[in-house]
């Protein structure tokens, strides 16, 4: 089914954010990018961990010790990077949660398990399943920090949830995932980025995080200021409307103009 750019801002409306700004509000600017470039159509997106997965240090405000990362169970989102990092780190107090799905990559998984084991970190590593509502939002309220370690990202959708939620966020400075983390007003990052693929590099920025005070509140507090920049569904939603039309679509409808009276979607 194709939807009219005059749809999506009521689209955007049914979708309540609750306290927290749109999750996927930087989306728009790179997504609107392809549409003008390439005339590409946005594809949807799920507001859970069903599709994603999460790599947290948990065990919030106990001098940043809990660790949670983001993506897909899969070699593409580098979990096993995390872990070979942290396999550097075993004098450190940390522990680490791995949420999402465990079906999409099962061989993946399967040795991501073996290698924790082999560790010993069957106790600081674990792989939780899926989480949605009120139990993802938990997760991210009781974890200290976000890794994003992956080795290919178009955009990085966790790593805007995490800034919701001003979460740090350290990722791998690959595909979208520097322009979703993106930074406050004076330019401070609300995080690091690392190069991809490089655990020891990974290593290293856990290792400040995880030993640094001062440098831990200095990301938390550019996590929080980086919040108050996101982008609201209503916008997201609005520019992604504009960018389609300057596709050629439709005339651009200006923000705050209600335009659809009437739903028109085209053929399934």
Request: with cysteine.
């Amino acid at each position: 089914m194709h939807v009219h750019p005059e749809n999506l801002p009521r689209l955007g409306q049914r979708r309540p954010v609750g306290r927290f700004l749109n999750p996927a509000g930087a989306v728009d600017r790179s997504m609107g990018r392809r549409v003008r470039q390439h005339g590409e159509h946005p594809r949807g997106g799920r507001g859970d961990s069903q599709g994603r997965a999460y790599l947290l240090l948990v065990r919030r405000g106990l001098a940043g010790r809990g660790l949670r990362g983001s993506g897909v169970l899969g070699r593409h989102k580098g979990q096993d990077l995390l872990v070979e990092a942290l396999a550097d780190l075993a004098e450190r107090d940390w522990h680490c949660v791995l949420a999402g799905p465990l079906d999409r990559d099962p061989d993946f998984v399967e040795q991501l398990q073996a290698r924790i084991t082999r560790l010993g970190y069957g106790h600081r590593v674990r792989l939780i399943g899926v989480l949605i509502g009120a139990a993802l939002s938990h997760a991210y309220t009781t974890a200290d920090l976000l890794v994003a370690p992956s080795r290919s990202e178009t955009y990085g959708m966790t790593v805007t949830e995490a800034l919701a939620h001003g979460l740090p966020v350290i990722a791998a400075a690959v595909g979208g995932l520097p322009e979703a983390l993106g930074s406050t007003a004076d330019g401070t990052r609300p995080g690091q980025l690392v190069p991809p693929g490089d655990p020891a590099a990974l290593a290293a920025a856990l290792g400040d995080w995880l030993g640094d005070e001062r440098h831990r509140h200095r990301l938390r507090a550019a996590a929080r200021q980086r919040r108050s920049t996101l982008r609201g569904w209503e916008q997201t939603t609005q520019e992604i409307a504009n960018a389609l039309t300057a596709h050629g679509c439709r005339k651009p409808v200006p923000p705050g103009v209600d335009n659809h009276s009437e739903e028109t979607s085209g053929p399934a």
